[in-house]
Structure formats: C-alpha cells, structure tokens
C-alpha cells in the first residue's frame, strides 16, 4: 500500500485542529470574562498562548483579558495586560498585516481602548483623548478607525455638534439607528426603535438609520450592488415596522459615529448638539428618558 498521501493529510488535519483551537479560545476567554471568572479566563488564555506561541489568536485573548480586567475594576491587572498585548501586537505587527488578520486588528484596537480606559478612569482623561487622536492617525483599517473614535466619542461627544447630519434633519431632533445587514443585536434593538418612533414621531423626532457596507454578504465577498441588494432585503424582511425610515448607506457617519458595534443610537437635538451617544443597545425607558428631556416633556 502506498503510503504517501498519509503525511498531507496528517498536515491538514493539524492545521484545521490548530485553527478550530484558535477561534474556539477567544470564545472561552470572552464566556469566561462574562461570568466574571477573570482566573480561569487568565488559565485558558494562557495555557493557549504556551502550546501556541505568541500568535494573533494568543494576543487577542490576552487583550480581551485586558478589556475584561478593565470592566471588573482591576485596572493594576488591566495594565498588565494591555502592556503584554501591545508588545505582542507590536511584534506580531512586523510580519503580518492587521487587514490580513482579524485577530491582531482586534487585539490592536483592544489595546488601544483599555489603555485610553486606563487613563481616563485615572484622571488623565485629556492624555486619553491625545493617545486616541494618535492612534486614528495611524492607522487607515475601519476596525481600528472605528473603534478608536468610539471611544473618542465616549470621551467628548455628548454636548458637542454632531460630526455629520442626515439630509433633511436640520433644524430637528433626530434619533440615529446605526446598524448592519449582520447584526442580530440590532434585530433586537429594533422593536424598542419602533416604539419610540411610534410615541414620539407625533411630537415632531425623526428616525434616521443609516447602515454601511463591509464588502461581504454572509461569508462571501460581496460587490456593492449584491451588497446594496442584501441590505434592502435585510431591512424589509427585519425592520417591516420602520417601514418609511431613511436607511442610507453612509460610511462617512458610521466612521465618524465610531460605529465598531452595532447598532450605536445617536441622539441629536434640533440645534445639532449631540444628547445621546451610545455604542451599544439601550432599554426603551433609558432612550425614551433622554428624549423627554431633549423634547421637555413632563
């Protein structure tokens, strides 16, 4: 029997191991982290990081140890950890490129917005900002781009004019539903937008939705037609309720929204001051809250 074909097989089938073990750790480490188990996502972190090596996988969950660190109030640990994430990315940096990579663009960012974290939670929230406006001018990547202006827009953003308005929104309260073709959670976000809109679009707030294309529909590169296609598709079959809401493909106010996550809700008073940014999803009574004050109603 010819025994040749063994080896290549044996070879493919360590590099499909290796690579279920990769997308499998972040996963445990970020489930851990969930539950505040920050020990034993620390123990699956590591033990990854000993048999692999010192790989984008390795530093995207150390860097969500960071992030997690971070949440929980240990920001001693969190330091630890952004300063072990940022010299991996640095080395990783210098023979793989973050838009070929999905895990090094995330642990890059991740490092970058604990270690901003760091510093605004210690006062120094002037220095946090100089860090994020750096680093947006270093790097050209959307992931990175978007999650740094995030956080520069958690920072400063609230009170100040909005960096882009929708055509026609001038001069009115706007709500802003940033979401993606992609996202369940802006699925789920989307029934507490229909009640707002039903409740408060009598008394004068506009609902505004605009979306982006990240050239992939499911997980197949997608030309901007086939793309523009699904996102239709996605909003009738999804979001019937919003029937009637502008829903514009606009990277310009998604980046300049810093929309990492989605959905992100903008709230934007008639004078063009933003009210309410948040990167993530909100209750009806913490939204509605914000624009009875935005509206004076009692």
Same mark, same amino acid.
Request: glycine share 6%; with cysteine; aromatic share 6%.
């Given at each position: ?25 972040? $996963?445990?480490? =970020? ?36 992030? &997690? ?23 990783? #940096?210098?023979?793989?490129?973050? @838009?070929?990579? +999905? ?80 996202? $369940?959670?802006?699925? &789920? ?10 409740? +408060? ?11 982006? =294309? ?11 037609? @086939? ?5 239709? =598709? ?5 979001? $019937? ?11 310009? #106010?998604?980046? #300049? ?26 209750? @009806? $009574? ?13």
């Amino acid at each position: 029997m010819n025994s040749k074909p063994i080896l290549p097989i044996l070879c493919i089938l360590a590099a499909f191991l290796s690579s279920a073990l990769s997308a499998q750790v972040v $996963s445990e480490v =970020r489930g851990k982290l969930a539950s505040g188990d920050l020990a034993s996502a620390d123990a699956i972190a590591d033990e990854f990081c000993r048999t692999s090596g010192p790989t984008a996988d390795c530093a995207n969950a150390v860097a969500w140890l960071a992030r &997690g660190a971070f949440m929980m109030g240990n920001h001693m640990q969190a330091r630890l950890y952004v300063d072990r994430a940022r010299q991996m990315t640095s080395d990783l #940096a210098k023979k793989l490129r973050p @838009e070929d990579d +999905y895990d090094l663009a995330m642990a890059i960012g991740a490092v970058i917005e604990v270690d901003a974290n760091l510093l605004a939670a210690e006062g120094n929230t002037a220095k946090a900002i100089t860090l994020l406006q750096s680093e947006l001018n270093r790097w050209k990547l959307w992931d990175i781009q978007a999650r740094i202006q995030k956080d520069l827009n958690l920072l400063r953003l609230t009170g100040k004019p909005a960096p882009v308005l929708e055509p026609g929104t001038a001069g009115k309260p706007v709500l802003l539903f940033l979401w993606g073709h992609w996202c $369940s959670d802006c699925t &789920g976000e989307a029934p507490v937008i229909v009640r707002i809109r039903q409740k +408060y679009a009598p008394k004068g707030l506009l609902v505004v939705a605009p979306t982006r =294309r990240r050239g992939t529909v499911g997980d197949k590169t997608a030309a901007p037609s @086939e793309e523009d296609a699904e996102i239709e =598709r996605v909003w009738k079959a999804s979001y $019937s309720r919003l029937a009637g809401v502008p829903h514009p493909v606009d990277q310009a #106010a998604m980046l #300049a929204y810093g929309v990492s996550s989605t959905p992100t809700l903008v709230l934007i008073d008639p004078q063009g001051i933003v009210r309410l940014y948040s990167p993530y999803r909100l209750s @009806e $009574s913490a939204l509605a809250s914000k624009i009875d004050d935005l509206l004076h109603l009692p």
